[in-house]
């Protein structure tokens, strides 16, 4: 690990500006509906009170677009944050000014501030540097436990680090950049990348960078069709996405010219008439893709490959779903590969799951703690592993390598 964490650095007596990612879901009733990324973050924040810091923590929750939302406030996670810590929580209703002034200045130690959600003011996603300073006014040290927004340059994540002295890692952040680092450094073999969702154009740096480090590439989902529309197949009314058919066409090519780095395609998928619940559907063969019907799964057949080249896999990276899972009747290629996923981990594979809807079918499946690594950050994980430097990550404090050899 390149960068210092919390663990590197004094906590006792300090104050803690901390970015954490608690863009959760709400229920119909405002409330929190899924805590995951609350308590993704409790070691950091437990960790930092038990050394005597007072925190002030920094969020986003949702796209409020620069203005007040009251649906979007983070008194909800504040509350619900009290709830599942033993320290004191506090929350206040704005991110700067002379209100928070007052509540960041009366922390104690142990005692933790939830600033309100960070995106009501256009200067977060801007990085504007004044709005920067503000918040860097909150704390003497600086760690950014946000994975999942660590791809942005923003002014929580990139513009407050200009302040810092200190600026560390959260021990969040420290384990998802130690998981996904070592999948490129050193995974066991077979290394296989199981790639979903609707859009190739997200994967398509992916797929590049990966394709002479790992061993076998799956692909499923919506992205598919625009490799088989690249290579002359009828898709129907598929998703298909042709800006980037030259760039599939090229990838099918090289993938062809080495037999150990092949890329696997759907053999058959399921079709509907409508993509709603209860439309007619059927499976038929990737040739043979009706006029007017859509893809909306993987095939059995397909489903029988696909599980066969997880069996024997060292490593795993999982990224988005095998079709429009949200509709039982089209989840079925999901659930199978989730739990195939599952079945080589518990024979000693290392598994990694990123991205929001394979977590979400997972979550379904309740199969969440038996994968090695679930990932908060679904794009910060793919850029990551694009190659890509993510500006939250780079704007931390390097340590000294040299002192750590010796």
């Given at each position: 690990?390149?960068?210092?964490?919390?663990?590197?650095?004094?906590?006792?007596?300090?104050?803690?500006?901390?970015?954490?990612?608690?863009?959760?879901?709400?229920?119909?009733?405002?409330?929190?509906?899924?805590?995951?990324?609350?308590?993704?973050?409790?070691?950091?924040?437990?960790?930092?009170?038990?050394?005597?810091?007072?925190?002030?923590?920094?969020?986003?929750?949702?796209?409020?677009?620069?203005?007040?939302?009251?649906?979007?406030?983070?008194?909800?996670?504040?509350?619900?944050?009290?709830?599942?810590?033993?320290?004191?929580?506090?929350?206040?209703?704005?991110?700067?000014?002379?209100?928070?002034?007052?509540?960041?200045?009366?922390?104690?130690?142990?005692?933790?501030?939830?600033?309100?959600?960070?995106?009501?003011?256009?200067?977060?996603?801007?990085?504007?540097?004044?709005?920067?300073?503000?918040?860097?006014?909150?704390?003497?040290?600086?760690?950014?436990?946000?994975?999942?927004?660590?791809h942005r340059a923003h002014a929580s994540?990139?513009?407050?680090?200009?302040?810092?002295?200190?600026?560390?890692?959260?021990?969040?952040?420290?384990?998802?950049?130690?998981?996904?680092?070592?999948?490129?450094?050193?995974?066991?073999?077979?290394?296989?990348?199981?790639?979903?969702?609707?859009?190739?154009?997200?994967?398509?740096?992916?797929?590049?960078?990966?394709?002479?480090?790992?061993?076998?590439?799956i692909i499923g989902g919506g992205m598919?069709?625009?490799?088989?529309?690249?290579?002359?197949?009828?898709?129907?009314?598929?998703?298909?996405?042709?800006?980037?058919?030259?760039?599939?066409?090229?990838?099918?090519?090289?993938?062809?010219?080495?037999?150990?780095?092949?890329?696997?395609?759907?053999?058959?998928?399921?079709?509907?008439?409508?993509?709603?619940?209860?439309?007619?559907?059927?499976?038929?063969?990737?040739?043979?893709?009706?006029?007017?019907?859509?893809?909306?799964?993987?095939?059995?057949?397909?489903?029988?490959?696909?599980?066969?080249?997880?069996?024997?896999?060292?490593?795993?990276?999982?990224?988005?779903?095998?079709?429009?899972?949200?509709?039982?009747?089209?989840?079925?290629?999901?659930r199978m590969i989730a739990r195939a996923?599952?079945?080589?981990?518990?024979?000693?594979?290392?598994?990694?799951?990123?991205?929001?809807?394979?977590?979400?079918?997972?979550?379904?499946?309740?199969?969440?703690?038996?994968?090695?690594?679930?990932?908060?950050?679904?794009?910060?994980?793919?850029?990551?592993?694009?190659?890509?430097?993510?500006?939250?990550?780079?704007?931390?404090?390097?340590?000294?390598?040299?002192?750590?050899?010796?």
């Open positions: 690990m390149r960068k210092k964490t919390l663990k590197d650095i004094e906590l006792d007596g300090r104050r803690l500006l901390m970015r954490v990612d608690f863009n959760v879901p709400l229920g119909s009733d405002g409330d929190v509906a899924d805590d995951t990324r609350i308590r993704a973050a409790l070691p950091s924040i437990e960790y930092a009170a038990s050394q005597g810091a007072s925190i002030v923590l920094m969020s986003h929750l949702g796209r409020p677009k620069g203005r007040k939302d009251p649906g979007k406030s983070l008194k909800v996670v504040a509350y619900h944050l009290g709830e599942i810590t033993s320290h004191p929580v506090k929350f206040v209703d704005d991110c700067i000014g002379p209100g928070v002034d007052e509540k960041v200045a009366s922390l104690k130690p142990g005692e933790i501030l939830l600033l309100e959600n960070l995106r009501f003011y256009n200067e977060e996603t801007s990085n504007d540097p004044e709005f920067s300073e503000k918040l860097a006014a909150y704390g003497d040290i600086f760690a950014n436990d946000a994975f999942g927004t660590a994540t990139e513009g407050v680090c200009r302040f810092f002295d200190e600026k560390v890692a959260g021990l969040l952040m420290e384990k998802e950049l130690e998981t996904l680092e070592r999948l490129l450094a050193e995974p066991a073999r077979p290394f296989i990348v199981v790639l979903g969702g609707a859009k190739v154009s997200t994967k398509m740096g992916l797929i590049k960078n990966l394709l002479e480090k790992v061993d076998r590439i598919a069709f625009t490799f088989f529309k690249s290579v002359g197949l009828e898709i129907g009314d598929s998703l298909l996405d042709e800006s980037y058919m030259e760039m599939c066409r090229e990838v099918m090519e090289i993938s062809g010219k080495n037999e150990k780095k092949r890329i696997y395609l759907p053999v058959d998928c399921v079709v509907a008439s409508d993509i709603t619940s209860n439309s007619q559907h059927k499976t038929v063969s990737t040739g043979d893709m009706p006029e007017g019907w859509s893809g909306v799964d993987i095939g059995q057949s397909t489903i029988e490959v696909f599980v066969n080249e997880l069996k024997e896999a060292g490593t795993i990276f999982w990224n988005g779903p095998m079709g429009i899972f949200e509709i039982p009747e089209y989840a079925n290629g999901t996923i599952v079945e080589a981990t518990e024979k000693g594979a290392i598994s990694v799951v990123g991205g929001g809807d394979s977590v979400a079918a997972l979550n379904q499946m309740h199969l969440l703690d038996r994968i090695s690594h679930v990932s908060t950050g679904g794009g910060a994980s793919l850029e990551l592993l694009e190659g890509k430097a993510l500006p939250g990550v780079e704007a931390l404090s390097d340590r000294d390598l040299s002192k750590q050899s010796v």
